[in-house]
């Protein structure tokens, strides 16, 4: 029996490539680690923009282009997702410096 966690789940649930959702004057940077649609249709609903990304984009590049961060849940190990966590801790370092 192979055990789940040694594959990288969420790049294999992740969505390949950055797609826009809405277009309202708020704009939402949604980091897919395995994304329910239900999630994406509640912030739609709010009347927000959602720029849905892989689970490996750095979202630290364009922080000036999005006005809040959601991470969705996933599968699997989150130590496989350790690209997405060190994106977190350089955004997370630029907010204390600024």
Not at 30 to 38: A, E, S, T
Not at 63 to 91: I, Q
């Amino acid at each position: 029996m192979e055990d789940p966690n040694s594959r990288n789940l969420v790049a294999e649930v992740s969505t390949k490539e950055a797609k826009v959702y809405g277009s309202g004057d708020k704009t939402i940077m949604m980091v897919d680690c395995g994304i329910k649609y239900n999630q994406l249709r509640c912030f739609l609903q709010r009347g927000v923009k959602i720029k849905v990304v892989p689970w490996d984009y750095d979202f630290t590049k364009d922080y000036n282009e999005w006005d809040g961060l959601f991470l969705s849940n996933g599968p699997g190990d989150p130590v496989m997702a350790s690209t997405t966590v060190n994106n977190l801790k350089v955004r997370n370092l630029y907010l204390i410096m600024h």
